[in-house]
């Protein structure tokens, strides 16, 4: 049945809350394959396309790969030239354009500002009047207050139950956090100063004047809309960017350029992101993953020490896991993977912890969990910890924000003290 005819009838939409053990790659196949029971049943006759951020990634990967344009042909623009919005803004056009009866939307808001979210949500709403639409969730606040049609499904009998919320309740206990072996010696208040710093490429402006000084044990959040720079600046912090030379740029005491080595910068951060979780698909062990931690290596081949096997025992004791130390990682939950990660890159505890993006793709159970383990690092330790996320999450409570704003001349960023 086409797009024209399908229009005149009563159009159904779901909304579907998933949470992450669910094998959400299946659930999607069994539905663009004529497979879906219960209550999706009716879509086993209709075309149907997936709009997803992997679906993009292969749309990207396609274009490049033919040196074609296909997504947005009228910009003459492959897609991944685009932002984070744009390429969801242009693929969801083409999407359209392709006159399915239905679009699966996996996740349609991650990885977006503010600004983009609401373009989207308002888009999607103009879209349900022609096209169904069957959304598919992690987190309940994205669920899409049009479509009346919500359910939610808990685990791969793929059954559709009634919503549910999730009880705020403390995932672990709250133990001191376990003592480093030994610490990292850095004698001073201030861990990065930057003045007026300004970043171009190819002439394009990314960065105006930023000015912004991280202390220890401050909490940082840093946002900003998606191509501000957000990246640009965490890779002047970690030294990876060589923008970071010629600039009024202090890293951990030393003036960018002064004959530090990247080693003299790295040894006093500790990172995350989701894209260090596709390191570690091998089957290491949950306790051989802490432990790797100590050696910054991908896998653990040398021995540890009797106190380093102590700490990471400390460290299981502090968040109640204790019995998954024999679990190999890629068999945890998304949510435990991601606390697992933190604990590696806070053994040492660090004088400084960047997060980046550290609750997207995660259910409201596992943010619960993650964003506990951080505000306890922030209060109880000296880490200073910068989290760049589009969210604002409920129970993270950062000291300051810095927001960058896009300019014609570059980002330029704004201080919030939070009170």
Known sequence: ?????????????????????????????????????????????????????????????????????????????????????????????????????????????????????????????????????????????????????????????????????????????????????????????????????????????ILNNINWTIKKGEFWQLIGPNGSGKSTILSLITGDNPKGYGQDLHLFGKKKGSGESIWDIKKNIGQFSTAMIDLFQKNHTVEQMILSGFFDSIGLYIQPSTLQIKLMQEWLDFLNMNHLKKTDFINLSVGQQRVIMIIRAVLKHPPLLILDEPTEGLDDENVILVTQLISHLAKETNIAIISVSHRIEALLAPNSILELTPQPMGSEGKIKIQS
């Open 1 to 205: 049945m086409g797009f024209q005819n399908y229009k005149m009838q009563k159009i159904i939409h779901w909304d579907i809350l998933l949470r992450n053990q669910v094998a959400k790659k299946e659930i999607i196949n069994k539905i663009l394959n004529g497979q879906a029971e219960e209550e999706l049943e009716p879509f086993n006759t209709k075309k149907g396309i997936l709009f997803s951020d992997l679906a993009i990634e292969n749309f990207i990967e396609k274009e490049y790969q033919y040196d074609s344009v296909e997504a947005a042909p009228e910009t003459h623009r492959q897609l991944r030239t685009f932002s984070s919005g744009e390429r969801k803004k242009a693929f969801l056009k083409f999407c359209i354009n392709q006159n399915p009866d239905y679009i699966i939307l996996d996740n349609p808001l991650d990885h977006l500002d503010q600004n983009s979210r609401k373009e989207l949500h308002i888009q999607l709403e103009e879209l349900a009047k022609n096209v169904a639409l069957i959304q598919l969730v992690n987190r309940m606040t994205d669920l899409l207050p049009f479509i009346t049609n919500k359910r939610q499904i808990n685990d791969n009998s793929f059954v559709l139950s009634p919503l549910t919320t999730i009880p705020i309740e403390q995932s672990f206990s709250l133990k001191p956090i376990p003592k480093p072996i030994t610490t990292i010696n850095y004698p001073h208040s201030i861990l990065i100063q930057m003045n007026n710093l300004k970043v171009s490429y190819d002439e394009r402006p």
